[in-house]
């Protein structure tokens, strides 16, 4: 009876257009590193000793998963065929729902913000920033951030079209530049991270802005390693 099944399982895979994946340690391996981090970020919040080392060994075993697991990806569709249209279509739609979710997480961040500083409570001494806190100048760091993302689009767009027409040596200077200005974007982060007048725990004007400075912040350290993997495949392709 079970090799009847698994007759059954084997040719609905030979037939179908759907990508039945394998079983695969790497989710496992990378759902323990996000709870490594996680836990360690709250052990070094608490001041728990080796809360740090956590966060560290975290992102080792994450950094390593998402490398195994996007090559087992790159090997099921370039040399097992198995993203037919279908399975590519799919993906597709995921990343679009990946996309939208990412606008709804950043639009809570932007409600909390208007919803604070057009209409400041009695608790905030009824202004904007509130009591006792220096806010940043918006004409300083945060519009050169603002100009660096704006250029951070032209560059990917030129990588985009690029690819397009089949140039891979200038999509590869394209994702060069984009790389460079999402390092750079994150270093003047951090700076603006390190001497700001105010913490976390300051009111909602510090909530706010450090909860989305780190996220942003780990949204393009992971976008400056995916750039990374594309950058090192496409010069092996070229190589080739």
Request: proline share 3%.
């Amino acid at each position: 009876m079970t090799l009847y099944i698994w007759l059954i399982i084997n040719s609905l895979k030979k037939t179908h257009l759907y990508h039945i994946v394998d079983a695969s340690p790497w989710p496992l391996s990378t759902s323990i590193g996000v709870l490594l981090i996680t836990s360690g970020l709250v052990c070094y919040m608490h001041r728990v000793i080796n809360g740090m080392f956590l966060v560290i060994l975290g992102f080792v075993i994450l950094i390593l998963s998402l490398f195994v697991w996007w090559r087992d990806i790159i090997r099921e569709s370039t040399y097992q065929g198995n993203h037919t249209l279908i399975v590519q279509r799919g993906l597709k739609i995921g990343f679009v729902l990946f996309i939208c979710s990412e606008v709804v997480f950043f639009g809570g961040f932007f409600w909390a913000f208007f919803h604070s500083s057009l209409s400041p409570s009695v608790l905030l001494g009824a202004v904007w920033p509130p009591v006792n806190i220096t806010g940043l100048n918006a004409f300083g760091v945060p519009m050169l951030n603002t100009a660096i993302l704006l250029l951070s689009g032209f560059s990917i767009t030129w990588v985009h079209f690029s690819i397009i027409y089949g140039n891979a040596i200038e999509a590869n200077y394209g994702f060069l530049v984009t790389l460079f200005l999402a390092i750079l974007f994150t270093l003047l982060q951090l700076g603006e991270y390190m001497t700001s007048p105010f913490n976390i725990s300051d009111s909602v004007y510090g909530s706010a802005f450090f909860l989305w400075l780190d996220f942003m912040v780990c949204m393009l350290l992971l976008v400056a390693y995916l750039l990374q993997c594309v950058i090192f495949v496409s010069w092996i392709i070229i190589l080739q």
